[in-house]
């Protein structure tokens, strides 16, 4: 839990979805130095009885955690001392199980999503923004079905370990 990875437009978006979706609930994983400050900022906009802070997470729980679901916020932005996210593995470990992507266009995250298509994009730091983007998905299942799917084709026919070890293979041979 870090600056980069955006929680605060995550906890201001959910809080506005929720105004319209009293049952929704969200879970952040992971650990790190801004935890207490998003746990203080959840209950000042008093969500804290929707959002589950679960700390640190096995691969296992995290997949259950992918499975149940519904959609995946990654809303990263560039911290104060100009650090950026690359392709959040996070990201594509949802996107690969079949789980809809909402992120920002920032850092490598438009190389893995295609916005509308394999997902959703929207500016960075924007929290109307992104809970439009959820308000509008939640009345339209067809979208979320369409981007889960293309988005996990996306991580199948672009991330897949073999095709890009046979891809930087072909690059050192073409330097030879």
Do not use: C, W
Not at 147 to 167: H, M, P, T, Y
Request: hydrophobic share 40%; charged share 25%; proline share 5%.
């Amino acid at each position: 839990m870090i600056e980069k990875k955006g929680l605060p437009v995550t906890l201001r978006a959910f809080s506005t979805f929720l105004k319209q979706h009293p049952n929704a609930t969200l879970t952040i994983a992971g650990e790190g130095p801004l935890l207490l400050e998003l746990q203080k900022f959840a209950r000042e906009l008093g969500v804290t009885d929707r959002v589950s802070f679960t700390g640190f997470v096995s691969q296992e729980q995290l997949r259950e955690i992918y499975y149940r679901s519904h959609i995946f916020l990654h809303p990263s932005q560039t911290g104060r001392d100009g650090n950026q996210e690359g392709i959040p593995n996070s990201m594509l470990e949802a996107m690969a199980t079949g789980l809809p992507v909402f992120a920002t266009e920032h850092g490598g995250i438009p190389e893995a999503i295609e916005n509308g298509v394999s997902g959703v994009l929207i500016p960075e730091r924007d929290d109307s923004a992104l809970a439009q983007a959820l308000l509008d998905a939640s009345r339209d299942s067809d979208l979320l079905s369409r981007i889960a799917r293309s988005g996990a084709e996306a991580v199948r026919k672009n991330f897949d370990l073999s095709a890009q070890a046979q891809r930087l293979e072909e690059i050192y041979l073409n330097l030879l």
